[in-house]
């Protein structure tokens, strides 16, 4: 069974602060994606990575960043958090051999509000 | 851009009676493949089931879907729900390029009645 472990699981943010979320997989899958989930928009891919050291501009990327330093590690970054930005994130990684083999691993989410 | 699109942001169906979800989808790659994926109540999204082959039925825990091209369409269908049905469901496109995107449809919530 595939694992992806998002942290934190939930989070208080100020607006105007940094935000960090963080995503470990151990599925040695090559993609890894960020999505945010809110009620009437399903899930919005923020960024997307195909590989260490790569990252991608989804849909929404305005007001994130990502950095992937490892095969396992995908990170989502707030530098400057907004009311806007309260949602639910998840994580999900990803094997390669044709988008058929491409099925999604999700991490259990991240419930982050900025006050 | 690459899109998708599920028309029922809500369905609601008596236990036992036919069941169908509609996703369409644009794009311009050629080689694509589409899940459906299921989310439960506080849980995340898992895999339903996949396609890649035109005018090919899939089948999974009594769901299944045909992907056709010639109307770009992946509809889900079940012959009879059941409570345990209810739940979000969400259409997704999954494209073969050197980044791998995969787009999501905004889902829809399927409702169970007894």
């Known amino acids: 069974e595939a694992a992806v472990t998002q942290s934190p699981r939930n989070k208080v943010a100020v607006t105007g602060g940094k935000v960090t979320l963080s995503c470990n997989q151990t599925n040695n899958h090559n993609n890894m994606y960020w999505y945010r989930q809110d009620t009437g928009h399903g899930l919005r891919l923020i960024h997307y990575s195909y590989g260490a050291g790569s990252t991608e501009k989804g849909d929404i990327p305005d007001g994130y960043k990502a950095s992937r330093p490892s095969q396992e590690n995908f990170s989502l970054i707030l530098e400057l958090a907004t009311p806007s930005q309260t949602s639910v994130y998840f994580c999900a990684s990803g094997g390669l051999g044709g988008p058929s083999q491409n099925t999604l691993y999700f991490g259990a989410g991240t419930r982050l509000s900025v006050l | 851009g690459d899109s998708v699109t599920q028309t029922e942001g809500l369905v609601t169906v008596t236990e036992g009676l036919p069941v169908k979800l509609n996703c369409t989808y644009q794009t311009t790659y050629l080689t694509i493949a589409f899940f459906w994926y299921v989310q439960y109540l506080n849980e995340a999204p898992q895999v339903l089931l996949k396609s890649s082959t035109d005018n090919k039925r899939t089948e999974h825990q009594g769901f299944h879907a045909t992907l056709h091209k010639s109307s770009s369409s992946f509809h889900l269908q079940k012959s009879s729900a059941q409570l345990s049905d209810s739940a979000l469901y969400y259409c997704?496109?999954?494209?073969?390029?050197?980044?791998?995107?995969?787009?999501f449809g905004t889902g829809t919530r399927l409702q169970v009645l007894p």
């Open positions: 997704a496109l999954s494209v073969f390029s050197n980044t791998n995107k995969v787009v």
